[in-house]
C-alpha cells in the first residue's frame, strides 16, 4: 500500500512537474492498490481523470494518443535538457536507452479499446 501511495505522490506532481510522468506512476498505483487496498483501488478506479485511463490499460492494453504524445514530448524536452547541462557521455547513452525503450513500448500499445474485439485478459 504504502509504494501505491507513493505512486499516486508522484502522479499527482507530474500533473504540475513538467519532466515527471503522471500515467505510468498511476498504473503502478493501481496494480499496488489491487493487491493491498481494495477501497484505494475503487478510489482510483472511479476517479474522473484517473478511472478511464486505468480501465483502458486493463481492458485493452491501451492507452490515450494525447498521453502517449505528451509523454514522448516530455521524454525528448528531457533529453534535450541533460545535452544542454553537458551530461556525462555514459549517462546519456543510458538515458537515450532507456528513454527509445519506453518509447517503443508507448508507440506500439494501441491508443484505443478495438471497437468490437474482446478485452485482453
Known sequence: MVLGLLAVAA????????????????????FCFARSSPRLEAWLLHHRSFGPMIANWRRHGSIDPRAKL?????MLATFGLSLVL????WALAVQASVLTAVAIFLLTRPNEPPPNGPPLP
Not at 502522479?11 to 493501481?30: D, M, R, S
Not at 505528451?70 to 516530455?74: D, E, G, P, T
Not at 553537458?86 to 557521455?89: D, G, I, K, T, Y
Open 11 to 30: 502522479g499527482i506532481a507530474g500533473l504540475v512537474l513538467p519532466l515527471v510522468p503522471t500515467t505510468p506512476f498511476i498504473l503502478l498505483a493501481a
Open 70 to 74: 505528451m509523454a514522448i514530448l516530455l
Open 86 to 89: 553537458r551530461l556525462p557521455f
